[in-house]
């Protein structure tokens, strides 16, 4: 299959009086909220063949599930591993555990309406058998109701993917750089701005793609190869500005939370439709020509 190019209820005093809630229903019910028939994969690869960009955003909670699911020009909402950071304050993804993702996946599911709904696996929860692996990503399926899951890899997890799809879970993959294996990486650095790994970039998509995986996310790369590749996708907390850690280049500020969360949504996927964003001098990474003129020589040799 090929992939389309690319996130407190707290009352002081029970009683019978509206006036005592401090959080209650909108008026109207969902009246707020603007309809979408249900993204699928199918319209995915619609979007795709349409040349239609596909606009993602994370969320890790109900309400910025709800902000996700207001605007109709958003088609993915992801539960990003990046939560273990951004919402519960530990020092890296990998200390993220399947019950917390599950907590946090299964909040977002009951906010999101159209968007389509993935979250990643965490780390080690895809590291041990393949059983283990599936029984997991079963978990966190049937717990939280989400509708695909995302793993980090290249080639090693090729097999997983093929299992996962082969068991009706659709599986995201994610190439480039790999938050997840920060420490072996050395810290968050850019991949694919020379031949070798640009070229070990460029493979393992190919094999994520035979293995069964419906979209790909590739981060932190050259935006030479990421048009040779696919699209980077953005998290929330990045484009919203509530992340107070570092700001990757590929990130811009569309709004800034405290002043009115809907138009930042808006402002991303208007600029995600319209083709304005990443901006390719001031939101992308580069590879020297010289490496990307012998990638290219060396690619059609193949």
Same mark, same amino acid.
């Given at each position: 299959?090929?992939?389309?190019?690319?996130?407190?209820?707290?009352?002081?005093?029970?009683?019978?009086?509206?006036?005592?809630?401090?959080?209650?229903?909108?008026?109207?019910? +969902?009246?707020g909220? $603007?309809?979408?028939?249900?993204?699928?994969?199918?319209?995915?690869?619609?979007?795709?063949?349409?040349?239609?960009?596909?606009?993602?955003?994370?969320?890790?909670?109900?309400?910025?599930?709800?902000?996700?699911?207001?605007?109709?020009a958003?088609?993915?909402?992801?539960?990003?591993?990046?939560?273990? $950071?951004?919402?519960l304050?530990?020092?890296?993804?990998?200390?993220?555990?399947?019950?917390?993702?599950?907590?946090?996946?299964?909040?977002?599911?009951?906010?999101?309406?159209?968007?389509?709904?993935?979250?990643?696996?965490?780390?080690?929860?895809?590291?041990?058998s393949?059983?283990?692996?599936?029984?997991?990503?079963?978990?966190?399926?049937?717990?939280?109701?989400i509708?695909?899951?995302?793993?980090?890899g290249?080639?090693?997890?090729? +097999?997983?993917?093929?299992?996962?799809?082969?068991?009706?879970?659709?599986?995201?993959?994610?190439?480039?750089?790999?938050?997840?294996?920060?420490?072996a990486f050395?810290?968050?650095?850019?991949?694919?701005?020379?031949?070798?790994?640009?070229?070990?970039?460029?493979?393992?998509?190919?094999?994520?793609?035979?293995?069964?995986?419906?979209?790909m996310?590739?981060?932190?790369?050259?935006?030479?190869?990421?048009?040779?590749?696919?699209?980077?996708?953005?998290?929330?907390?990045?484009?919203?500005?509530?992340?107070?850690?570092?700001?990757?280049k590929?990130?811009?500020?569309?709004?800034?939370?405290?002043?009115?969360?809907?138009?930042?949504?808006?402002?991303y996927?208007?600029?995600?439709?319209?083709?304005?964003?990443? +901006?390719?001098?001031?939101?992308?990474?580069?590879?020297?020509?010289?490496?990307?003129?012998?990638?290219?020589?060396?690619?059609?040799?193949?």
């Amino acid at each position: 299959m090929s992939w389309p190019y690319l996130a407190r209820i707290a009352p002081p005093t029970i009683r019978f009086q509206r006036r005592w809630m401090s959080v209650r229903p909108k008026e109207g019910g +969902d009246s707020g909220i $603007q309809k979408r028939e249900k993204v699928t994969i199918q319209t995915l690869q619609t979007l795709r063949e349409s040349k239609v960009p596909i606009s993602m955003l994370t969320a890790y909670d109900y309400s910025t599930a709800l902000s996700c699911s207001s605007n109709p020009a958003i088609d993915i909402t992801l539960v990003g591993d990046s939560l273990a $950071q951004v919402c519960l304050g530990y020092k890296s993804t990998t200390q993220l555990t399947l019950d917390e993702m599950i907590h946090h996946a299964k909040a977002v599911a009951r906010g999101t309406t159209h968007p389509l709904l993935v979250a990643d696996m965490p780390f080690g929860s895809y590291h041990g058998s393949m059983n283990d692996t599936v029984n997991n990503a079963v978990r966190m399926v049937r717990e939280s109701q989400i509708e695909a899951v995302k793993l980090e890899g290249g080639e090693e997890i090729a +097999d997983l993917v093929h299992r996962l799809t082969s068991v009706g879970i659709p599986v995201m993959a994610h190439v480039g750089l790999l938050p997840q294996r920060h420490v072996a990486f050395s810290g968050y650095k850019v991949q694919g701005r020379n031949v070798a790994s640009a070229k070990r970039t460029v493979k393992a998509s190919k094999l994520l793609e035979q293995a069964g995986a419906f979209s790909m996310v590739v981060e932190a790369i050259p935006k030479e190869l990421g048009r040779y590749i696919t699209e980077n996708v953005l998290v929330w907390d990045d484009a919203m500005g509530t992340w107070l850690g570092h700001k990757a280049k590929f990130v811009r500020r569309f709004a800034n939370l405290q002043t009115a969360r809907e138009v930042g949504v808006q402002s991303y996927a208007n600029a995600v439709k319209d083709g304005s964003f990443p +901006d390719p001098q001031r939101e992308s990474y580069t590879i020297d020509q010289t490496e990307w003129t012998r990638f290219l020589e060396e690619m059609d040799k193949e």
